[in-house]
């Protein structure tokens, strides 16, 4: 028990990372929203651009209600933007439509982190439904049932493992769409690095994220760890 408090510590400190690179990620966008793209290409624009390029005549680009919404939902082969990008003539809105359209290139050419990530989904929405429960149950229930503890940290491992396999999914989506931005003269000397800059701050929400979430399961180890050895 005597590694409880550091490993707090360690959440403390997430939360605070987490808090930190939102906030610029936030302001990044505010600021390179303001930076209008080359010949004034909307989000929606450049993502159909994007698409034609790549070869993909398949999907749909659509606005979706809210803000930071944007996404790539492979089961129907749609790239969602939020209205502000959909809409937006600005590097911020080239750069997100450009990472989400990345998403829909991966997925054309079987990106095998991709296509590991999606034959996770299911079990991944399984584990996510009822891993707190049987984490609160495990830990009451400890010392009569250890085993339901345990099975609270497979499936939080499940969720863990679907956290880490997304990184190389978003990086490499970030990094198809800056080559992409480059190379179709979308951005300039001056605004390339602005597309940089907010797509690797957005990566880092991925890696904070997933970082925490192998502290609170190392942290769920550490109390079945406890349990046995009371036992």
Same mark, same amino acid.
């Given at each position: ?117 999606? !034959? ?6 399984? @584990?996510?439904?009822? =891993?707190?429960?049987? /984490?609160?149950?495990?830990?009451? *229930? #400890? ?51 602005? !597309? ?6 957005? @990566?880092?929400?991925? =890696?904070?994220?997933? /970082?925490?979430?192998?502290?609170? *399961? #190392? ?13």
């Amino acid at each position: 028990m005597n590694g409880i408090p550091f490993i707090w510590i360690i959440f403390i400190g997430f939360m605070l990372l987490s808090w930190a690179v939102s906030a610029s990620l936030k302001n990044k966008f505010k600021r390179y929203s303001k930076i209008p793209t080359v010949g004034g290409l909307t989000g929606k624009e450049v993502a159909e651009k994007m698409l034609r390029e790549n070869g993909i005549s398949d999907v749909t680009v659509i606005s979706t209600a809210g803000r930071l919404t944007d996404n790539y939902n492979p089961v129907n082969k749609t790239v969602n933007l939020s209205a502000d990008v959909y809409n937006g003539n600005s590097i911020a809105a080239a750069a997100v439509a450009a990472h989400e359209c990345g998403h829909a290139v991966q997925h054309a050419t079987a990106y095998r982190w991709l296509n590991m990530r999606s !034959a996770l989904v299911p079990v991944v929405s399984f @584990a996510s439904n009822w =891993v707190q429960w049987v /984490l609160l149950a495990g830990i009451l *229930l #400890l010392d009569r049932f250890p085993h339901l503890l345990l099975f609270g940290i497979i499936l939080f491992a499940i969720t863990t493992l679907f956290s880490f396999i997304t990184l190389p999914v978003e990086i490499n989506a970030s990094m198809r769409a800056v080559a992409w931005l480059d190379n179709a003269g979308i951005t300039t000397y001056d605004t390339l690095p602005m !597309a940089k800059s907010a797509l690797r701050t957005a @990566a880092y929400t991925y =890696v904070i994220a997933a /970082l925490s979430s192998l502290a609170t *399961l #190392l942290y769920y180890v550490m109390i079945f760890l406890g349990g046995n050895r009371r036992s």
